[in-house]
């Protein structure tokens, strides 16, 4: 583990200032990403960039998102203590560490064999309790739902109807949706069983959601 020192405070304590100057205005989202040490997540020959506000690249051609579109994301899933979140996409783990520290009960799915093993790895060492799964996100996981949010992290052409059915009544999902390389980021409420409502809140650009594993 590399030491989280005065330096990466600094430059975590600048970064989430600059998050609250974009728009961000969730505190617990703020005081999150102000704990939670971004570095640890990213490569050594990248460290000098893990406080930049920007997407930079991960294991199995993937890639750590931009600190605003996790802040973002996670500001529109309002999320409570102890809540049940299913994300989509565990990559480098830092998203779910984000939701973890903001005291919900986290399951993550990622479909990439390496990126499964590392994210493990690295929530043992954090001491965070995570519950990680390598599996189809497409499936979502019934077996612990339902779930009172779903965070998908990556770009979907459409809201896989598994997901919905695990989603619990008057729960979110946050998802970007569409084909190609940008992406109308959307949150759907679920009202009841068979009836959703969708909010869009903007384009961003996401690896592209890809079924089964790898």
């Known amino acids: 583990m590399i030491p989280d020192d005065f330096k990466y405070k600094g430059l975590r304590s600048q970064l989430v200032q600059s998050l609250s100057n974009k728009g961000i ?3 617990r989202v703020l005081d999150a990403m102000m704990t939670v040490p971004r570095h640890q997540f990213f490569d050594i020959g990248l460290l000098d960039y893990a406080y930049v506000d920007k997407a930079y690249p991960i294991a199995a051609g993937q890639t750590i998102s931009q600190p605003y579109t996790v802040a973002f994301q996670t500001q529109l899933l309002e999320v409570k203590p102890r809540e049940k979140v299913l994300e989509i ?28 093993k590392s994210s493990q790895r690295l929530f043992s060492q954090l001491g965070l309790t995570i519950r990680g799964f390598f599996g189809d996100g497409y499936a979502g996981k019934p077996t612990y739902g339902p779930f009172d949010k779903i965070l998908v992290t990556c770009g ?21 949706v569409d084909k190609g390389s940008v992406q109308t980021m959307q949150r759907v409420i679920k009202l009841s069983e068979t009836e959703f409502k969708t909010e869009d809140f903007g384009l961003f650009s996401f690896v592209p959601m890809v079924s089964g594993t790898e």
């Open 156 to 176: 979907a052409p459409f809201v896989p109807e598994a997901l919905k059915e695990q989603l619990a009544t008057g729960g979110y999902i946050v998802i970007p």
């Open 89 to 116: 996409g565990t990559g480098s783990g830092y998203q779910a560490a984000i939701l973890a520290q903001m005291g919900a009960k986290v399951f993550t799915i990622e479909r990439q064999k390496e990126l499964f």
């Open 25 to 27: 205005t969730d505190k």
